[in-house]
């Protein structure tokens, strides 16, 4: 079964310290993966897919097909990066998203 | 990108009433999806509302408690019929474009349910 999975509901930290949001995903296949944000009082957003290996806002995300995890990182925690944060899966030939149930960031000052 | 709006943003109703909401977007788009999230709980895909024909339901949904409309390409309806306290949700619409990137889906800002 297509499953994504973000074990943390809340990660807590100040600012300045390195940040890692897990994301575990379950495919028989391969999938595409995405990170959307959202903001507090902001619609839900992309933030940064797989197959662009792009950093965006200071973070990554790399695909590791043989963990099956798809995990974001910052090295540098600030406190704008507050925020819900939601991994996804698309598998291929669909249009659909499959989501976790996401990660609440606090970055304290 | 697309730029979505949602009407309305929020509503309280009554149980065994029936609330209709409206996603618009900016652009002519060929997928337009509705999901919902429940209190505390990840985004689920209700279904897949493509403009010329019927909506595609995702497992656990039906049209008669779900029913929407896509009468053109920028526009969609979903009806939430014979609410129940377990309708109580955030209903959000979002649409896909397709860039160099490739596929992207954007949301709208999502209808807060309260069903008493």
């Known amino acids: 079964a297509q499953r994504v999975t973000q074990p943390e509901k809340l990660l807590s930290v100040f600012k300045g310290a390195p940040v890692e949001l897990k994301c575990n995903y379950s495919?028989?296949?391969?999938?595409?993966l995405f990170w959307y944000v959202q903001y507090s009082r902001q619609r839900l957003q992309l933030l940064l897919r797989h197959i662009s290996r792009e950093s965006i806002k200071g973070f990554t995300a790399d695909l590791n097909k043989g963990e099956t995890s798809f995990h974001l990182k910052k090295p540098f925690a600030q406190e704008e990066d507050s925020a819900m944060y939601y991994c996804?899966?698309?598998?291929?030939?669909?249009?659909?998203?499959?989501f976790g149930t996401g990660t609440r960031l606090q970055v304290f000052p | 990108s697309a730029v979505i709006s949602q009407k309305p943003s929020r509503d309280i109703c009554q149980r065994g009433t029936s609330l209709t909401i409206q996603c618009q977007v900016d652009s002519q788009v060929t997928m337009m999806f509705w999901y919902r999230q429940q209190p505390g709980q990840s985004l689920t895909l209700i279904a897949t509302?493509?403009?010329?024909?019927?909506?595609?339901?995702e497992s656990g949904f039906v049209i008669d408690k779900f029913p929407i409309s896509r009468p053109n390409l920028t526009f969609s309806t979903l009806t939430v019929s014979n609410m129940s306290p377990e309708d109580s949700s955030i209903y959000l619409c979002s649409v896909e474009t397709r860039s160099d990137s490739g596929e992207t889906q954007y949301f709208g800002p999502g209808t807060r349910l309260l069903v008493l």
């Open positions: 996804a899966l698309r598998g291929y030939n669909t249009d659909k998203l499959i």
């Open positions: 509302a493509n403009q010329g024909s019927e909506a595609t339901y």
């Open positions: 495919y028989s296949g391969s999938p595409e």
